[in-house]
T-cell receptor, first 110, second 113 residues
Framework: AQRVTQPEKLLSVFKGAPVELKCNYSYSGSPELFWYVQYSRQRLQLLLRHISRESIKGFTADLNKGETSFHLKKPFAQEEDSAMYYCALSPNSGNTPLVFGKGTRLSVIA | NAGVTQTPKFQVLKTGQSMTLQCAQDMNHNSMYWYRQDPGMGLRLIYYSASEGTTDKGEVPNGYNVSRLNKREFSLRLESAAPSQTSVYFC????????????FGSGTQLSVL
């Protein structure tokens, strides 16, 4: 069965410090991985997906199939990055619902 | 273009009461979902509807029923509410085959006393 693990419930970093939100997955096939974000008083929204290999708001995430990880990184944290972050896995292409991790709350301290 | 609209935003129930959470989307999406969000538990799928006319159980369906009323609307019913159903409920939608790009509603905060 597919599973997404986010080991940290809460991550606190100082403004300007690097950020790494950890995500590990369990799936026997070739998954698609995503990061969703929920800012305070805003809707949950897609932040980025691994197939796009894009950088959104300074965040990047690389799929490491050997370590079954998809960690979210940003070199210099900003206060506006404070939010709840969810890692999610799509077991196959499109028709099966996403599986979400338990989420990590990022707090950026000024 | 409102996106995904959920009603009500807040609700307090007594144990044993019933209620229906409403969800509507105006993006012509095929697939709709109900999740619950609990501290430390993340987002868990309750039910989903891949397309109009179909519904399927998710990870935590017990105590809930759903109705896909039409392409736009997908409701979640609690027949006999229990304190364990105190949660924030999110509806989401997307195009069939594109389930990674989910559009979420603003949520319903439900307390069962």
């Amino acid at each position: 069965a597919q599973r997404v693990t986010q080991p940290e419930k809460l991550l606190s970093v100082f403004k300007g410090a690097p950020v790494e939100l950890k995500c590990n997955y369990s799936y026997s096939g070739s998954p698609e991985l995503f990061w969703y974000v929920q800012y305070s008083r805003q809707r949950l929204q897609l932040l980025l997906r691994h197939i796009s290999r894009e950088s959104i708001k300074g965040f990047t995430a690389d799929l490491n199939k050997g370590e079954t990880s998809f960690h979210l990184k940003k070199p210099f944290a900003q206060e506006e990055d404070s939010a709840m972050y969810y890692c999610a896995l799509s077991p196959n292409s499109g028709n099966t619902p996403l599986v979400f991790g338990k989420g990590t709350r990022l707090s950026v301290i000024a | 273009n409102a996106g995904v609209t959920q009603t009500p935003k807040f609700q307090v129930l007594k144990t044993g009461q019933s209620m229906t959470l409403q969800c509507a989307q105006d993006m012509n999406h095929n697939s709709m979902y109900w999740y619950r969000q609990d501290p430390g538990m993340g987002l868990r799928l309750i039910y989903y509807s891949a397309s109009e006319g179909t519904t399927d159980k998710g990870e935590v369906p017990n105590g809930y029923n759903v109705s896909r009323l039409n392409k736009r609307e997908f409701s979640l019913r609690l027949e006999s509410a229990a304190p364990s159903q105190t949660s924030v409920y999110f509806c989401a939608s997307t195009f069939l085959g594109l389930n990674e790009k989910l559009f979420f509603g603003s949520g319903t905060q439900l307390s069962v006393l």
